[in-house]
């Protein structure tokens, strides 16, 4: 069974940094792309970032480009978001996502098929 499960989240002040881990397992991380979303309080959820399974394409969030990088670990089964310059704005419940196997990155929520079960990322003073 395919499962996913984020780490790393926290309360920082702004302009401070985290890295987010996602850690899988179930299933052959190499032909999974795998994104984070998140979802901020009274707001849908937005796709932030997307790393593809064939060429480590990766694609951002207008919001958050030049500030976050994704990265893979596909040996350790584990996907990375090192998120640095930190708003108030980007606090969140972050989630990891993956779709169907050999599915490029959409970064629609309609197409995740796995969600982790998130993990709260908080830049306040």
């Known amino acids: 069974q395919l499962q996913l499960v984020e780490s790393g989240g926290g309360a920082v002040q702004p302009g401070g940094s985290l890295r987010l881990s996602c850690a899988a397992s179930?299933?052959?991380?190499?032909?999974?792309?795998i994104g984070w979303f998140r979802q901020a309080p009274g707001k849908e959820r937005e796709g932030v970032s997307c790393?593809?399974?064939?060429?480590?394409?990766?694609n951002y969030l207008d919001s958050v480009k030049g500030r976050f990088t994704i990265s893979r670990d596909n040996a350790k089964k584990t996907v990375y978001l090192q998120m640095n310059s930190l708003t108030p704005e980007d606090r969140a419940v972050y989630y990891c996502?993956?779709?169907?196997?050999?599915?490029?990155?959409?970064?629609?929520?309609?197409?995740?098929?796995?969600w982790g079960q998130g993990t709260q990322v908080t830049a306040a003073s």
């Open positions: 996502a993956a779709g169907g196997p050999l599915n490029s990155c959409s970064g629609r929520a309609v197409d995740v098929n796995s």
């Open positions: 179930g299933f052959i991380v190499d032909y999974y792309s």
């Open positions: 790393i593809s399974w064939s060429n480590r394409s990766t």
